[in-house]
């Protein structure tokens, strides 16, 4: 299979490194445009999270009104968003130097994109018309992931294109 536009979904995580190395070497090999791209969320996370026993996770009711005061603190202030995205774009042009180095074709400017990943990675594919997406999976299963959701999981349901999901440390519930 031969792939001409890549897109390196990253999030500042510790597969971040993996996901590029992954991407960007079919890159160099097949000689593909590489994108990169990271989502900036809408939602400040600044009031905790419920425990669930695995993890954390936020309650059905958040944004609902029916706790205001936390509905209160979770929007993003239009200042803070843009520090945010001004901070992804910075963090993101470090790949796009090393990419630059390695001879790949990147396009010109990453992507922060502003809104859930997975939705966003899929439509930013789909506008680019891209080929494969490289994402990382944090390897949450049962109750964890259908509490705080699965990026991945998202992307490989809805994606215009091939996905090649890089697994990171699986973090099994404990019975």
């Not at 995205?85 to 074709?105: D, F, P, R, T, V």
């Amino acid at each position: 299979m031969t792939f001409k536009r890549i897109v390196a979904a990253l999030d500042q995580s510790p597969l971040d490194q993996t996901i590029y190395d992954q991407a960007a070497t079919i890159a160099a090999t097949q000689n593909a445009e590489l994108l990169l791209l990271n989502c900036v969320s809408e939602i400040e996370e600044v009031q905790p999270a419920l425990e669930t026993g695995v993890g954390t996770a936020w309650h059905p009711t958040v944004g609902t009104g029916v706790y205001p005061m936390v509905d209160k603190n979770l929007a993003v202030s239009e200042e803070r968003r843009e520090e945010r995205y001004e901070e992804a774009h910075q963090w993101l042009s470090q790949y796009q130097q090393e990419a630059e180095k390695q001879g790949i074709a990147v396009q010109k400017d990453a992507i922060p994109a502003i809104g859930e990943p997975g939705p966003r990675i899929c439509d930013a594919a789909k506008n680019w018309n891209a080929d494969l997406i490289v994402v990382g999976r944090m390897g949450r299963t049962g109750l964890a992931e259908a509490l705080v959701g699965s990026v991945s999981n998202h992307v490989v349901h809805h994606a215009p294109c091939t996905v090649m999901v890089v697994q990171g440390e699986t973090t099994e519930e404990k019975e």
